[in-house]
């Protein structure tokens, strides 16, 4: 009979066997697939299910129930000091925008407290099983995008904090943030630790299932809108619908519908963006230079026949657009391409790429991905996601690291954050199942679900519940002092157009 995390028995004090144990254990497991920097194909990886033990021992190290517990030190920094250290290098004008849009939720809050986040979890266990984290896996970075075929997918897609470190932390991420939008949302704690639960289950029924399987169709899997069946979860009729919903407004977000909203024409007859300040404001001619002699180093990074269409495209215009929560006050550029005719628009997001906040922690992405953060974030990008952009690749302008990409392609959101009943249990549990199809793509996937346990196994499951609703408990305290801290003059909050 399974344990729960509460009942689960204090392990045997370590001897000599069972450190030996668990240090063949940790050798016996892959290490992320970003750490290799060639491929030897002359010798292969120990199997599956000895690979899978070697996950089960790892727990006598770091048992399922040491993840209920939410460390809360007397050394915890501020939270604001911390949100603070995070302005660093960002534009200044902006900064007040940033916190207005912090403020305006405990959700949003936690969406731009990154660095608050990682420094708790850098207090709390780790298991040796490390992976190509995604570093900031909350709900609202999950979404619909377009594939280079026309489909529409449902997967990660923001990867801004990419780095190397244990599959959990994204784990925990996720479903703290379950738990703060749904307490935003005004859902009574049981229910929300129901759809905490069901993203843990996602996450465990799916690595279960793809410990086994072969590593080219662990890499192949994407999943597509229309067929968003995950282990353990069938969609709904409700959940159906507000997928259906969202693929149909994704589909009619393109480069030429960005066009009519966002463009105008130039008393020549040519396009320029039309600014909507403080969003969505044209730079000077300087900026646009350095811009476009960006996007020129960024081609040296695309494969050779992407370059070559690309080439077939003109800069017509550069803005400089405010994106998200936690990205606010980074340079963000939005160019306007033009190539066949002037309705054959091309719109390419230009994004400052900055440290990772797990950075501090961690020992972070292998060279060459480690010296230039764009290279990073496209690289982790690529390998996460099953499918993805095309058009993805970096640069440096004025000294910065950049990554660009489409800035629209069939782009979509579903509203988890404001989802009760059936909806949000469903949606919860696919965003675990997403997360685990992306760690396993550069993990080890049998480590990892013997880790986990089999279906029946609860305990981790219940840890994760009791670790989201302190750490809620938390993020509703810090979003307090943050408040407090606006209300006291210490940081300055601006209005907000889109509040």
Partial sequence: MERS?????????????????????????????????KVNLRAGVEPWDKRRTAGKVLRREIPHASHATLDAGSDRPDPVGLIEAAHEGRQPHLI??????????????????????AWDLAQGPRTA????????????????????????????????EVTIGPWEWDLKRLSASIDVAARDAGIPAPQRREAVLSAAAG?????????????????????????????????????????????EKARKKNNRSLLDRVGERRIDGGWRFREEPPILVRVDAATR?????????????????????????????????????????????VALLCGNSDQDALFLQVKEAVRPSHAPYLQGMPEPYASHEGERVIYGQRLLQAVGDPLLGWTTIDGRPFYVRQMKNMKGEIPVSRMTGQSLLYFSHAYGALLAKAHARTGDAAAI??????DGRTDLREAIADWAAAYGDRNAQDYETFRAAVAAGRLAAADDPYL
């Avoid at 689960?8 to 992320?32: F, G, H, M, S, Y």
């Avoid at 999950?142 to 075929?149: A, C, K, N, V, W």
């Avoid at 192949?220 to 997928?243: K, N």
Wanted: glycine share 8%.
């Fill in 5 to 37: 995390a509460h009942q689960t028995k204090t392990p045997p004090p370590a001897d000599d066997d069972q450190d030996a144990a668990i240090q063949a254990a940790e050798e016996t497991v892959l290490a992320p697939l970003a750490d290799f920097p």
């Fill in 96 to 117: 007040p925008l940033r916190v207005a849009r912090m403020a305006s939720s405990p959700f949003a809050f936690l969406r731009g407290a990154a660095q608050v986040m």
């Fill in 129 to 160: 099983i490390d992976v190509v984290m995604n570093g900031d896996a909350h709900i609202s970075n999950f979404g619909l995008f377009g594939s280079p075929q026309g489909d529409v997918v449902l997967d990660l897609n923001d990867f801004d």
């Fill in 203 to 247: 996450y465990q029924l799916t690595m279960d299932d793809l410990a086994p399987r072969g590593s080219l169709d662990v890499w192949q899997r994407a999943s597509r809108a229309d067929d968003l069946a995950f282990a353990g979860a069938e969609i709904d009729a409700r959940s159906q619908a507000v997928v259906a919903k969202a693929v």
């Fill in 289 to 333: 230079e350095a811009v476009t002699s960006g996007l020129e180093h960024y081609a040296d990074t695309l494969p050779r026949e992407r370059r070559f269409m690309l080439s077939r495209y003109q800069v017509v215009d550069v803005a400089h657009r405010v994106v998200g929560v936690g990205s606010v006050g980074t340079r963000a550029y």
């Fill in 449 to 454: 679900a013997g880790y986990c346990g089999h």
